[in-house]
């Protein structure tokens, strides 16, 4: 209820959706020209800021990119989640990196689904925050556990022919809110 914090708001939301308006082309439905690290932030900030101003244009926005970013992010063949690789990101019109894999961007996709969920009440979005959830539970590229259930921890990544084994709080938070978020949507946490 703070004036100048809801000022704010409205002045970043207004310019994260100029940049929608900017960048957003024909099949590239996204913000920047590129996309880099946490991408699912920026649907989930439109369909925060669209929620709370009641602005419908945002949560369309918020929508459309997040279904075209989780479109690109599932594979093929197998049907799993396949975060942008932080070996070169993807540039428009560019190559895409499939390694190195980051717990955040799995964490970021899983909020800003869960988002979707609580604004749309779309059985998809809660489904999609799921599969994105089993990126660290082995289903991956490489069929590994990147959560480490002897330590608790997370381990920081997928590269291409092995896992990152460092275990750093980055990850392990990103797998730790990760499970949260989704336990707190589930209603499981007594």
Wanted: aromatic share 8%; hydrophobic share 35%.
């Amino acid at each position: 209820g703070d004036r100048r914090v809801s000022q704010v708001q409205t002045e970043l939301a207004g310019r994260l959706l100029s940049l929608y308006r900017i960048n957003k082309t024909e099949g590239w439905n996204w913000f920047e020209d590129k996309l880099t690290y946490c991408n699912a932030a920026l649907s989930q900030a439109m369909l925060t800021c669209g929620k709370d101003m009641s602005n419908p244009e945002m949560i369309t926005i918020g929508i459309d990119s997040l279904s075209w970013l989780a479109k690109l992010q599932h594979s093929d063949h197998e049907n799993h989640f396949i975060p942008i690789g932080s070996n070169g990101f993807f540039p428009q019109g560019g190559e895409r990196a499939r390694f190195d894999q980051q717990p955040v961007e799995a964490q970021a996709m899983v909020s800003a689904c869960l988002e979707a969920y609580r604004i749309t009440k779309d059985e998809k979005w809660h489904t999609e925050a799921r599969h994105t959830f089993e990126w660290f539970l082995g289903r991956n590229d490489l069929h590994l556990l990147v959560y480490d259930p002897t330590t608790g921890g997370c381990r920081d990544g997928l590269h291409p022919d092995r896992l990152n084994e460092n275990q750093g709080a980055e990850s392990t938070l990103a797998f730790l809110q990760s499970l949260l978020e989704l336990q707190l949507a589930e209603n499981i946490i007594p």
